[in-house]
T-cell receptor
Framework: AQSVTQPDIHITVSEGASLELRCNYSYGATPYLFWYVQSPGQGLQLLLKYFSGDTLVQGIKGFEAEFKRSQSSFNLRKPSVHWSDAAEYFCAVGVYNFNKFYFGSGTKLNVKP | EAQVTQNPRYLITVTGKKLTVTCSQNMNHEYMSWYRQDPGLGLRQIYYSMNVEVTDKGDVPEGYKVSRKEKRNFPLILESPSPNQTSLYFC???????????????FGPGTRLTVL
């Protein structure tokens, strides 16, 4: 069965520090991979996506993610976190011709001043 | 402004009282989908639709119905709500995926439903 695992429920980093959020997926074929961000009381906003090509993808707000097929991972990174990055982050996979989606349980990011 | 709208934004109801949550998009998208968000579980897909009169089950369709009679609208129907359907619901829309490209899903603001 398809699944997405985000092993870190909460992460706290200091402003200006680097960030890495982990995501592992389970799917037999190459999935379409996404990272979304949800600010409190808001809907979801797409940060970046990957299906093929360069395994390092750039997104909005200075985020990037790297697809590693051997590890079934799609980790999100940012070199220097800003206080406005505090939010909940969701990894997702699109399967079955990209019509069905599975989301991870989310990682809440806190940013210390 | 391109957007996905949902109504109502907040709803408190009682067990067994039928309700409908509306979803409308103004981007002429073929694909629409409903999700529920619960703490610790992330978002789970309820139903999706690839076009008018074409709907299919997501991961958690039990207790829900949908219809797609017009391209812009995709209402979510709870015929007999139960307390375990208390959740935050999101509607989303996008262009239809191709074999190699999957356009961005645009999400509505969410509907917080409480079933007593």
């Amino acid at each position: 069965a398809q699944s997405v695992t985000q092993p870190d429920i909460h992460i706290t980093v200091s402003e200006g520090a680097s960030l890495e959020l982990r995501c592992n997926y389970s799917y037999g074929a190459t999935p379409y991979l996404f990272w979304y961000v949800q600010s409190p009381g808001q809907g979801l906003q797409l940060l970046l996506k990957y299906f093929s090509g360069d395994t390092l993808v750039q997104g909005i707000k200075g985020f990037e993610a790297e697809f590693k097929r051997s590890q079934s991972s799609f980790n999100l990174r940012k070199p220097s976190v800003h206080w406005s990055d505090a939010a909940e982050y969701f990894c997702a996979v699109g399967v079955y011709n990209f019509n069905k989606f599975y989301f991870g349980s989310g990682t809440k990011l806190n940013v210390k001043p | 402004e391109a957007q996905v709208t949902q109504n109502p934004r907040y709803l408190i109801t009682v067990t067994g009282k039928k309700l409908t949550v509306t979803c409308s998009q103004n981007m002429n998208h073929e694909y629409m989908s409903w999700y529920r968000q619960d703490p610790g579980l992330g978002l789970r897909q309820i139903y999706y639709s690839m076009n008018v009169e074409v709907t299919d089950k997501g991961d958690v369709p039990e207790g829900y119905k949908v219809s797609r009679k017009e391209k812009r609208n995709f209402p979510l129907i709870l015929e007999s709500p139960s307390p375990n359907q208390t959740s935050l619901y999101f509607c989303a829309s996008s262009s239809l995926p191709t074999l190699t490209e999957r356009g961005e899903q645009f999400f509505g603001p969410g509907t917080r439903l409480t079933v007593l």
